[in-house]
């Protein structure tokens, strides 16, 4: 098991692109780290540096405490799984499974002992003699962590391990991945793009953009204090609404109407010293149906009315798609935003808010629902910085 720090760890391509700047993160022994970030933001990049597939243009990468720059990827004792698989079509599970190993001479009885406990780990017993092409897709993919699991190494790099898989199969093999390393406890670096497995899989997430770190935090701290807006627009799904608006003497005035901040918001954006344009963000969460909040509860909120453009109903919930009356999202920064996340549905991108109803919320399409929001949680961006304010 190892300890993995980046100490300003930069990647120049030849070509002058700058695909990793100056990332510094402290992994800690057994730790579960997720790099998480848009396409092109340079996680697999930062993944290969530390694997040693790729050079490091300035920085360090110590591996336990020692400078692992120029050592070798096979010196760094690291083992890493890739989307691809990268199965020997024409080795049995087993063959596959042992091939490391068999590189590394390890004798036929280890060899023998390290595949079958893997494989009982991994439930591919009954599957050791079989070729890859008669797997499914989620069997052939724990092969590939047999693979990398058989020779204990010091780490393990993932690179998008699920994202060949179909939605069911990717989550019953997240819930595999999170076990597995749990039981084994070895130190692991995943990459991916999906933030339900950066939410759900590891201990702390590193949000990249642009190859630059954004934020590292847990799921739930980045999910409730992100440090910007482009987090707060990544990390969450359906992604957090944003809505500009002027501060003007502790209320806010934007398309969702006139809003009394709550004394803890307030004070948090005096202390920020935020500027009279701000971004209201507000997550899908906590909207409701105005018509089932009590009484009592009602005046912790505000409420806006809005025509229902599309009702998802989820069974347990109900996403409830409005347009408000306002280009939601006018400010470069949103734009920008919504591009890097490669969705043209952002909430807020447009002039819709999504929010998420209860169940026996009884507004139907083409309604025009009054909608009620938690003031309280409504955090404060910074539209030129995107710093969060609250
Ligand atoms: P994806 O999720 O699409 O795999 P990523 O976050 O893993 O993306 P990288 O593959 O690390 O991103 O790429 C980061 C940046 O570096 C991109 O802008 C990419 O175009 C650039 N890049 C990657 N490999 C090279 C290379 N060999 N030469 C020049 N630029 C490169």
Redesign the pocket.
């Known amino acids: 098991m190892a300890e993995i720090v980046l100490d300003k760890v930069t990647k120049r391509?030849?070509?002058g692109?700058l695909?990793?700047s100056e990332m510094d993160i402290q992994i800690t022994d057994g730790e579960f780290v997720i790099l998480v970030?848009?396409?092109?933001?340079?996680?697999?990049?930062?993944l290969?540096m530390i694997a040693g597939l790729e050079d490091i243009s300035s920085g360090e990468l110590r591996i336990d405490g020692q400078r692992a720059n120029e050592k070798t990827p096979k010196d760094r004792d690291i083992a890493m799984v890739f989307q691809s698989y990268a199965l020997y079509p024409h080795m049995s599970v087993r063959e596959n499974m042992a091939f490391p190993l068999r590189l590394a001479k390890v004798d036929d009885a280890t060899v023998r002992q390290k595949v079958e406990e893997a494989a009982g780990i991994l439930d591919l017993t009954q599957h050791l003699d079989r070729r890859p092409s008669n797997l499914s897709g989620g069997q052939r993919q724990r092969v590939a962590m047999g693979r990398a699991i058989v020779r204990s190494p010091k780490a393990f790099l993932m690179d998008?391990p699920l994202s060949n898989l179909d939605a069911k199969l990717r989550g019953q093999m997240r819930t595999s991945v999170s076990k597995l390393q749990k039981q084994l406890g070895t130190t692991t670096v995943y990459?991916t793009?999906d933030q339900t497995e950066a939410m759900t899989l590891g201990d702390r997430v590193v949000v990249?953009r642009g190859?630059v770190v954004q934020q590292i935090g847990s799921p739930q701290f980045l999910y409730d204090h992100p440090a910007n807006l482009f987090v707060a627009g990544f990390i969450g799904s359906p992604s957090m609404n944003f809505v500009p608006a002027t501060l003007e003497q502790g209320a806010l005035n934007s398309a969702l109407g006139k809003i009394e901040l709550s004394d803890s918001v307030r004070r948090k954006a005096e202390a920020a010293d935020a500027p009279r344009e701000v971004i209201m963000g507000v997550r899908p969460e906590h909207f409701e149906d105005a018509a089932l909040v009590e009484e009592g509860h009602r005046q912790g909120g505000a409420s806006f009315s809005a025509t229902v453009d599309v009702l998802e109903s989820m069974g347990s919930e109900k996403y409830a798609y409005f347009s408000v009356e306002a280009e939601l999202a006018s400010t470069a920064e949103l734009q920008e935003l919504a591009a890097d996340a490669g969705a043209t549905d952002v909430p807020g991108a447009g002039s819709t808010i999504v929010s998420r109803l209860s169940a026996a919320s009884a507004v139907r399409e083409g309604d025009q629902a009054k909608v009620w929001f938690d003031v309280d949680s409504v955090q404060l961006f910074d539209p030129s910085s995107g710093r969060n304010l609250t």
């Not at 970030?37 to 930062?46: E, F, L, Q, Y």
């Open positions: 391509f030849p070509d692109a695909a990793v970030g848009p396409s092109g933001c340079g996680k697999s990049t930062a290969n998008e990459v793009h990249l190859g």
